[in-house]
């Protein structure tokens, strides 16, 4: 089996992945939020109930991507450069626009009120993800290389561990930097690189590792239910035990079950603009609802999600018109720059 066919379906998961989180902030992170719903609503149970995959699915994916393109020492500046084009001045641009528009335009939204030096430091919203992301790309790349690319395994179990003695200790948030954020996305990032590095030994035993996940999934579902039937609601806790096994076994079952999609696969170019920009099109149609007065929640989901997939889709295509626009708002090469076939590089 070749490399590249362990990532056959990425493009599928990651537009998957971009979609559950479109889906999440259509219904609102909290019950004041988007669609203004609290438990026992089933809104809120699907929202909160996927807390365990919608970030660590992005992390996923971007370890198994950087395991085809690991960092080199021979070329770190090279590599720190991609990553500053691709990740850091597409977030600080998209962090700054909704900066302005929050506080000047809209007087609303989560940037309202924000310290300008947060929307450099991409600790607005759901930009928490570019810094803690941009943290383990340097981190784990850089013991990656001087590992020489033997110790994923030792680095995924360190990271476990890690996650786990974050949540047993009583350890002040570490939100300086989103060093949480990486803490809590290391172990899926490192998932990536392991399937991805091992993926013939993986597919070889497929039959097996399918009823681990499903393991996982079915133990750390039950002590969410069982934490449901203590306290009203789903757990929002991060680091421990039971959203490690949930999060990893829904992974594992999403990587080696689900298809290859062809039109998912054409999406997905769009996936990292629908990240950065799906609140423009979520926030209008649920004020435009609520202006209207329609109380349906079920219209509110299906035009929310539609709104927030279709409207970065459109800024995309509008970006991707000229160079600085492609590199500033995209992160994205100028358009001569890059071969026709050349093969995407992603998060």
């Not at 039937?229 to 079952?253: K, N, P, V």
């Not at 329609?294 to 160079?323: T, Y």
């Amino acid at each position: 089996m070749r490399p590249e066919a362990a990532l056959h379906n990425v493009n599928t998961l990651r537009y998957f992945a971009t979609a559950l989180l479109v889906a999440f902030h259509v219904v609102g992170a909290s019950e004041t939020g988007g669609m203004q719903v609290g438990y026992p609503s089933v809104w809120r149970m699907f929202a909160d109930g996927l807390i365990d995959v919608r970030m660590p699915l992005f992390a996923f994916i971007a370890g198994a991507v950087y395991a085809l393109r690991p960092l080199l020492l021979s070329d770190i500046s090279g590599f720190c450069t991609g990553k500053f084009y691709r990740i850091v001045l597409p977030g600080i641009a998209a962090s700054v626009i909704f900066l302005v528009i929050c506080n000047l335009v809209l007087k609303n939204g989560f940037a309202y009120g924000a310290d300008p030096l947060s929307a450099v430091l991409l600790s607005m919203g759901h930009f928490w993800f570019l810094q803690a992301i941009l943290i383990i790309f340097l981190v784990v790349g850089g013991l990656d290389a001087l590992l020489r690319y033997r110790a994923a395994a030792l680095l995924f179990a360190g990271a476990v561990g890690l996650t786990l003695v974050r949540s047993a200790l009583p350890l002040p948030a570490l939100q300086y930097l989103m060093i949480d954020g990486a803490v809590y996305l290391a172990p899926y990032f490192l998932l990536g690189m392991l399937l991805f590095r091992h993926h013939a030994w993986v597919a070889a035993r497929k039959q097996i590792i399918v009823p681990v996940a499903l393991g996982l999934f079915g133990i750390g579902l039950a002590m969410n239910i069982a934490f449901y039937q203590e306290t009203g609601h789903l757990s929002q806790i991060r680091f421990d035990a039971q959203s490690l096994a949930q999060g990893i076994g829904i992974i594992l079952l999403a990587q080696l079950l689900f298809p290859r999609v062809a039109l998912l696969d054409r999406l997905a170019v769009f996936s990292f603009t629908i990240f950065l920009y799906h609140p423009f099109g979520t926030a209008a149609v649920s004020r435009s609802l609520t202006y209207l007065e329609v109380d349906a929640l079920s219209l509110h989901f299906v035009l929310g999600l539609v709104a927030g997939l279709v409207v970065p889709c459109l800024i995309h295509l509008l970006a991707a018109r000229s160079d600085w626009s492609r590199r500033l708002i995209l992160g994205l090469r100028p358009i001569g720059s890059v071969p026709l076939n050349a093969t995407r590089k992603t998060l």
